[in-house]
């Protein structure tokens, strides 16, 4: 009985399976090479023409034009990293690809799916209560420890010359944006953080700003371009003559009726600045426009306004100022206004406004570069590394890095496999392997031996040895924690629950029914380069090619 439509194909059993790990081993694949401070970048060219250069897992993983419902779960498994962590993305999603390719071999050995899944969430809950363990306490005030953390996530990722200034500079933001809430916690809130960028300059140059930075210039030449102690407002409304909803048609019969016309319009620009001075405002930011007579007149007045100013400059300002949007000039009065000192630096052509009031919030973190290839893929490091700061100030548990805390875990792991019974016991064990693919990725970037790095630290770790990691620079296995390589345990904890997670969804797959070709035509072709970013090298059509991204 034929129960679906004409173009309709269907793969069942160990087909669904094989199809389904292939196309999540490829997206891991595509990834792993960036991992570790001598980790390789990516270009990525869109079907525009933009090029992005990035080594960040999540941004390749977002910008590459993937056509495969079960690689997309795959890079769910990065953003939801990104969104919880801020970092750890290419750990994850490379530990969801190993663990499909381990489940797949103990599939071949006839064990059922449901076996392997359960073996792989006992394994998981066993190797996030290890790490609550192994992870030190650390008193998040300690600035040392958290300009390891910032400067750990940042190396490798295009800020490596600069990381200390980079890393206190970030330490010194995300202080600068901690409160400490009523049950003892401190609690970041980086909504009071923003980051600019500008290009020109060198990395080295980039600072920390009480206040927001404003790239833009005054609307007319000859208004103030400092205002001391000024009067802030904050406007979502143009200054501009209000056009008509409809086409309408103007029927003039002298020049006087012209005149009469422009004065109207004129007179009611006036009244609109007229209102704006009435509430007593120094300094005016538009997210709309100015209309040029009524520049001429704000400027007459010696007001200070800029337009076409970001709606989230405007958020932001808000903040920094304590002024209230106005998004109806006949409604603002002076309760509205804002306390500011806002000045000007003619070289780099911004507006730097501090607030004044009694407690002024936000801080502006302006990252300079010579290129903005240079500055974009600085803003991905350093927000990255905000993030885990951020994490570890919040939680106040870190581990060492450099492939130490996975060591540790496969060993504890195996040791919790001898008590584990049936055939989940070999999915835990198969599990404890894919923890040791971190490690091995770290060596395989730095062009060591991979083999040896792992038979090196498993040692140690026999030892008693926790914190013992790969140093990449000198390929020995030293103490990474007293080596300054930190790691938030936060970001470790989500990246195993979140590559469990997706392995194991994708193992209860067991049917795949698609509306349109299933094909996988050229799954066996070898050397196939990613085909330009763009298609992944047949990614799309439900994993056509994949072959070619192993």
Same mark, same amino acid.
């Given at each position: 009985?034929?129960?679906?439509?004409?173009?309709?194909?269907?793969?069942?059993?160990?087909?669904?399976?094989?199809?389904? #790990?292939?196309?999540?081993? @490829?997206?891991?694949?595509?990834?792993?090479?960036?991992?570790?401070?001598?980790?390789?970048?990516?270009?990525?060219?869109?079907?525009?023409?933009?090029?992005?250069?990035?080594?960040?897992?999540?941004? #390749? $993983?977002?910008?590459?034009?993937?056509?495969?419902?079960?690689? %997309?779960?795959?890079?769910?498994?990065? %953003?939801?990293?990104?969104?919880?962590?801020?970092?750890?993305?290419?750990?994850?999603?490379?530990?969801?690809?190993?663990?499909?390719?381990?489940?797949?071999?103990?599939?071949?050995? +006839?064990?059922?799916?449901?076996?392997?899944?359960?073996?792989?969430?006992?394994? !998981?809950?066993?190797?996030?209560?290890?790490?609550?363990? #192994?992870?030190? +306490?650390? +008193?998040?005030?300690?600035?040392?420890?958290?300009?390891?953390?910032?400067?750990?996530?940042?190396?490798?990722?295009?800020?490596?010359?600069?990381?200390?200034? $980079?890393?206190?500079?970030?330490?010194?933001?995300?202080?600068?944006?901690?409160?400490?809430?009523?049950?003892?916690?401190?609690?970041?809130?980086?909504?009071?953080?923003?980051?600019?960028?500008?290009?020109?300059?060198?990395?080295?140059?980039?600072?920390?700003?009480?206040?927001?930075?404003?790239?833009?210039?005054?609307?007319? &030449?000859?208004?103030?371009?400092?205002?001391?102690?000024?009067?802030?407002?904050?406007?979502?409304?143009?200054?501009?003559?209000?056009?008509?909803?409809?086409?309408?048609?103007?029927?003039?019969?002298?020049?006087?009726? $012209?005149?009469?016309?422009?004065?109207?319009?004129?007179?009611?620009?006036?009244?609109?600045v007229q209102q704006i001075k009435d509430?007593?405002?120094?300094?005016?930011?538009?997210?709309?426009?100015?209309?040029?007579?009524?520049?001429? =007149?704000?400027?007459?007045?010696?007001?200070?306004?800029?337009?076409?100013?970001?709606?989230?400059? #405007?958020? =932001?300002?808000?903040?920094?100022?304590?002024?209230?949007?106005?998004?109806?000039?006949?409604?603002?009065?002076?309760?509205?206004?804002?306390?500011?000192?806002? !000045?000007?630096?003619?070289?780099?052509?911004? =507006?730097?406004?501090?607030?004044?009031?009694?407690? &002024?919030?936000?801080?502006?973190?302006?990252?300079?570069?010579?290129?903005?290839?240079?500055? /974009?893929?600085?803003?991905?490091?350093?927000?990255?590394?905000?993030?885990?700061?951020?994490?570890?100030?919040? +939680?106040?548990?870190?581990?060492?890095?450099?492939?130490?805390?996975?060591?540790?875990?496969?060993?504890?792991?195996?040791?919790?496999?001898?008590?584990?019974?049936?055939?989940?016991?070999?999915?835990?064990?198969?599990?404890?392997?894919?923890?040791?693919?971190?490690?091995?990725?770290?060596?395989?970037?730095? *062009?060591?031996? @991979?083999?040896?790095?792992?038979?090196?630290?498993?040692?140690?770790?026999?030892?008693?040895?926790?914190?013992?990691?790969?140093d990449v620079y000198t390929g020995d296995?030293?103490?990474? =924690? /007293?080596?300054?390589?930190?790691?938030?345990?936060?970001?470790?904890?989500?990246?195993?629950?979140?590559?469990?997670?997706?392995?194991?969804?994708?193992?209860?797959?067991?049917?795949?029914?698609?509306?349109?070709?299933?094909?996988?035509? *050229?799954?066996?072709?070898?050397?196939?380069?990613?085909?330009?970013?763009?298609?992944?090298?047949?990614?799309?059509?439900?994993?056509? *090619?994949?072959?070619?991204?192993?």
């Open positions: 009985m034929i129960i679906l439509g004409e173009d309709s194909q269907r793969m069942k059993d160990k087909d669904a399976q094989s199809h389904n #790990i292939s196309a999540a081993r @490829a997206v891991a694949e595509s990834v792993r090479t960036t991992l570790g401070p001598k980790g390789m970048d990516k270009m990525l060219v869109s079907s525009m023409g933009d090029v992005t250069v990035t080594n960040d897992g999540v941004t #390749i $993983l977002q910008e590459m034009d993937i056509d495969n419902p079960t690689a %997309e779960m795959i890079v769910e498994v990065a %953003e939801t990293q990104e969104d919880e962590a801020g970092d750890g993305t290419t750990t994850a999603v490379a530990i969801a690809g190993e663990l499909l390719k381990n489940a797949e071999d103990l599939l071949e050995q +006839d064990i059922h799916p449901t076996a392997i899944i359960k073996g792989f969430h006992m394994a !998981s809950q066993k190797a996030r209560e290890e790490i609550d363990d #192994i992870a030190v +306490d650390v +008193d998040t005030d300690d600035e040392e420890i958290l300009k390891k953390v910032a400067g750990t996530s940042m190396t490798g990722k295009g800020a490596e010359l600069n990381k200390e200034l $980079l890393a206190q500079l970030i330490v010194d933001a995300v202080q600068a944006v901690t409160v400490e809430a009523d049950d003892g916690t401190n609690v970041v809130d980086l909504d009071y953080l923003k980051i600019e960028t500008q290009t020109g300059r060198s990395v080295g140059e980039s600072e920390l700003l009480e206040g927001a930075v404003i790239d833009k210039d005054p609307t007319h &030449p000859d208004m103030p371009s400092e205002a001391e102690d000024a009067n802030v407002l904050l406007l979502t409304e143009p200054i501009e003559v209000e056009e008509t909803d409809v086409d309408a048609e103007l029927q003039l019969d002298s020049p006087d009726q $012209l005149q009469s016309f422009l004065d109207s319009e004129e007179e009611r620009l006036r009244e609109k509430t007593g405002a120094d300094v005016v930011f538009c997210q709309k426009g100015i209309d040029d007579l009524a520049q001429h =007149f704000l400027a007459k007045e010696g007001i200070l306004a800029v337009r076409r100013v970001k709606k989230s400059d #405007i958020k =932001f300002l808000k903040e920094v100022t304590g002024a209230n949007v106005v998004s109806d000039l006949d409604e603002a009065e002076a309760a509205d206004l804002g306390g500011a000192n806002v !000045s000007r630096d003619p070289e780099d052509e911004m =507006f730097y406004v501090e607030g004044t009031g009694d407690e &002024p919030h936000g801080v502006t973190l302006l990252l300079r570069g010579s290129t903005n290839h240079v500055v /974009d893929e600085l803003e991905r490091g350093v927000g990255d590394a905000l993030d885990v700061v951020s994490q570890t100030v919040a +939680d106040g548990r870190v581990l060492a890095g450099g492939g130490a805390v996975e060591v540790e875990l496969a060993r504890r792991v195996r040791d919790y496999a001898d008590s584990v019974s049936g055939r989940e016991q070999m999915a835990v064990e198969a599990f404890a392997d894919a923890l040791e693919l971190v490690p091995r990725i770290l060596a395989e970037n730095s *062009g060591l031996d @991979a083999i040896d790095t792992l038979v090196d630290l498993r040692a140690a770790h026999a030892e008693g040895d926790v914190q013992a990691g790969l296995v030293v103490n990474t =924690f /007293d080596a300054g390589v930190v790691e938030p345990a936060h970001a470790k904890e989500q990246a195993l629950s979140s590559a469990t997670e997706a392995a194991n969804l994708v193992l209860k797959i067991d049917d795949i029914i698609a509306a349109g070709d299933l094909s996988t035509e *050229g799954e066996e072709e070898e050397g196939g380069a990613p085909g330009g970013m763009g298609g992944m090298g047949g990614m799309g059509g439900m994993g056509g *090619g994949m072959g070619g991204m192993m």
